[in-house]
Antibody
Framework: EVQLVDSGGGLVQPGGSLRLSCVAS????????VAWVRQAPGKGLEWVSS????????QYADSVKGRFTISRDNAKNSLHLQMDSLRSEDTAVYYC????????????????WGQGTLVTVSS | DIQLTQSPSFLSASVGDRVTITCRAS??????LAWYQQKPGQAPKLLIY???TLQSGVPSRFSGSGSGTEFTLTISSLQPEDFATYYC?????????FGPGTKVDMK
């Protein structure tokens, strides 16, 4: 059974750092594109970052560029999001998600999601 | 950035109703559009990808259509478990944007 388990969230002061983790099971995560998506309390979904197979193409939303870093640990079948210089507007539930591709191998959606981990940035 | 709008924002419906949600993109996105369902306290669930491909395990009452800038999600006969918020997402270009959501509530 394919499963993603998010962890690492918590309360952090503005300017602080957190490292989120997402452990995959039921599939080899290095063979799939993966992404982080966040949702502020009571708000909609916001794509944060993505990494492709081979880790050669990494993208970030402008709102987190230069502060967040996405990475993989293939030995542990896991994905990480290092979040530095956190701001109050980063407060959200963070989800990791697996990419599904179409017949032409283009990214077409996110088919499996973690349960989410809450990050609260507040003094 | 590609902007997505959804209409309606809120929809009141009854079990058995046919429901249609529209997602419009600010520029052409080919067919790189996905639809998700989200219930309170849960992660989003993929329903449709590549505009019209039904995700494995999703009931056939859900269908998607469209290309270019206008897309629709249709629920042919609304079931009690379908009351939720629905989001569209474009994956044609970075940043991958989501629509603002359509909440489907019970009439």
């Amino acid at each position: 059974e394919v499963q993603l388990v998010d962890s690492g969230g918590g309360l952090v002061q503005p300017g602080g750092s957190l490292r989120l983790s997402c452990v995959a099971s039921g599939f080899t995560s290095s063979r799939f594109g993966v992404a982080w998506v966040r949702q502020a309390p009571g708000k909609g979904l916001e794509w944060v970052s993505s990494i492709n197979v081979g880790d050669t193409y990494i993208q970030y939303a402008d709102s987190v560029k230069g502060r967040f870093t996405i990475s993989r640990d293939n030995a542990k079948n896991s994905l990480h999001l290092q979040m530095d210089s956190l701001r109050s507007e980063d407060t959200a539930v963070y989800y990791c998600a697996r990419v599904v591709t179409d017949a032409n191998n283009f990214w077409s959606g996110f088919d499996y999601w973690g349960q989410g981990t809450l990050v609260t940035v507040s003094s | 950035d590609i902007q997505l709008t959804q209409s309606p924002s809120f929809l009141s419906a009854s079990v058995g109703d046919r429901v249609t949600i529209t997602c419009r993109a600010s520029q052409g996105i080919n067919n790189y559009l996905a639809w998700y369902q989200q219930k309170p306290g849960q992660a989003p669930k993929l329903l449709i990808y590549a505009a019209s491909t039904l995700q494995s395990g999703v009931p056939s009452r859900f269908s998607g259509s469209g290309s270019g800038t206008e897309f629709t999600l249709t629920i042919s006969s609304l079931q009690p478990e379908d009351f939720a918020t629905y989001y569209c997402q474009q994956l044609n270009d970075y940043p991958f944007t989501f629509g603002p959501g359509t909440k489907v509530d019970m009439k």
